[in-house]
């Protein structure tokens, strides 16, 4: 009995070894002038290498001292609104007979419930319907009716030209959608002058990647760009999986220069398919691509290794992409260092899970930004102590599923053997 109880305790150690922590990285932090609470600024190389949410970080001092600390992120501390403009495919101005019609060109990904024109300031009171349309030739009610009056608006003090007006309708796939003006007036006129429209389009906010001091680039991108009928394929390889907030494109046309405005689509690639094939695998994000924009996709923080740009061209010739930046905001890990002494990272596990300090219930006393930023040294690798080596060629064994299900296979018919004999013994000692 002895014998069969040892043998099944070593199957389960064999089993549960790879829970032994053991980190693959490791990375000098740079001394600081003062003590107190600073921000360790974490580099794409060393948070690409970490799980989601950086459970498999570890901070220490001297000789393998733990430290506490908090993980950070820059907060949104400037916002920016840009107009993103969508394509007018008509404008009627008969005095009497009025509208616009606008394009939604990702209207397969992406359904609206506001919309946008710019207009020449004026004093006057418009009414208007709204009516979208799958095919621009049967028509259906958005909205029965809006009132605009009086476009006028101020900008850094000086008054402008122009006026954006937004536009708020219950959330609609359409393709097209149109504003049908009302520009009767009064019974004693029969008619009023339309209302000039510059352009149409939607309002963005954008996140704290549009702050430079708050946002790191991260290296090492490759592009390859492959034309798929009137669909140009952008193929984006990191040389590794990092944590993308945004991705920014730079492109020219070749006619005219300068002019484009064409819808485009990014998706997250795996390994069952291919940058040129056009379905809708792994979808991220969608924007409408223009020469006077800022051409970015929002990710949110997702960890990719391949990413693919599909751009509409139409009828026009395609794009020259001229640069690419993937855009990570700033992230850190806030503890509390000392003069005079060393500190350092290890980071990249699949044996730990996420650390309790003390330190999570006073996050909110501690002022972020007042903090200064410590920089860390190049990593590198974390050789094998002897006991973790035998630990890592026994997880490589038992990591082979077959012996996993071999082994536990074993265990149930030595667990199941011990039972019906122990159930003997009771019956013969009554």
């Known amino acids: 009995m002895k014998k069969l109880l040892s043998i099944t305790c070593v199957f389960a150690f064999a ?3 790879h829970t032994q922590q053991y980190f693959r990285w490791k990375s000098p932090v740079n001394p600081v002038d003062t003590g107190g609470y600073v921000r360790i600024l974490l580099q794409p190389e060393v948070s690409g290498q970490l799980h989601a949410g950086y459970p498999d970080i570890r901070l220490y001092e001297g000789d393998h001292r733990e430290i506490p600390y908090l993980i950070g992120k820059d907060r949104i501390v400037k916002g920016i609104t840009r107009f993103v403009e969508y394509p007018i495919t008509e404008k009627h101005d008969e005095p009497s007979d009025c509208w616009i019609t606008v394009e939604n060109p990702l209207y397969k990904t992406e359904k609206l419930n506001q919309l946008c024109l710019e207009v020449n300031n004026t004093e006057a009171n418009r009414r208007m319907t709204l009516t979208g349309s ?3 030739v049967k028509w259906f009610a958005v909205k029965d009716e809006f009132l605009a009056t009086y476009y006028e608006s101020f900008a850094n003090g000086a008054t402008e030209t122009t006026n954006i007006v937004r536009f708020d309708f219950p959330l609609s796939d359409y393709r097209y959608y149109r504003f049908n003006f009302d520009n009767w007036t009064g019974w004693w006129r029969d008619y009023a002058a339309p209302v000039f429209v510059v352009r149409a389009g939607i309002l963005v906010n954008t996140n704290p990647a549009s702050v430079p001091d708050q946002r790191l680039e991260i290296p090492g991108i490759t592009c390859t760009q492959k034309e798929n009928g009137k669909v140009s394929c952008i193929d984006i390889v ?4 990092q944590y993308v907030d945004y991705m920014r494109f730079d492109f020219v046309s070749k006619t005219p220069p300068g002019t484009f405005h064409r819808g485009a689509r990014l998706y997250v690639a ?5 940058c040129t094939k056009t379905g809708e695998y792994g979808y991220l994000s969608s924007t409408i691509l223009s020469g006077n924009a800022l051409n970015e996709f929002p990710i949110a923080g ?5 990413l693919c740009l599909h751009i509409e061209n139409e009828d026009d010739q395609p794009l ?9 905001v700033k992230q850190y890990l806030i503890a509390y260092m000392e003069k005079g002494k060393s500190y350092y990272l290890l980071y990249s596990s699949d044996s730990v899970s996420f650390p309790k300090y003390d330190i999570r219930y006073s996050a909110e006393d501690i002022a972020l930004h007042e903090m200064n930023v410590v920089n860390t040294g190049a990593r590198e690798a974390v050789p094998l102590a002897p006991r973790q080596s035998a630990v890592q060629e026994t997880n490589s064994f038992f990591q082979n599923k077959g012996v996993i299900w ?15 004999k122990m159930l003997r013994e009771m019956k013969n000692k009554e």
């Open 15 to 17: 089993l549960s070894a």
């Open 134 to 136: 799958y095919d621009n």
């Open 238 to 241: 990191f040389a590794d999986s």
């Open 270 to 274: 795996d390994s069952a398919h291919v």
């Open 302 to 306: 997702k960890k990719v290794k391949h």
């Open 320 to 328: 020259v992409l001229q640069h690419t930046q993937a855009i990570q």
């Open 406 to 420: 071999i082994a536990m296979g074993i265990v149930v018919l030595i667990l199941g053997w011990m039972s019906v």
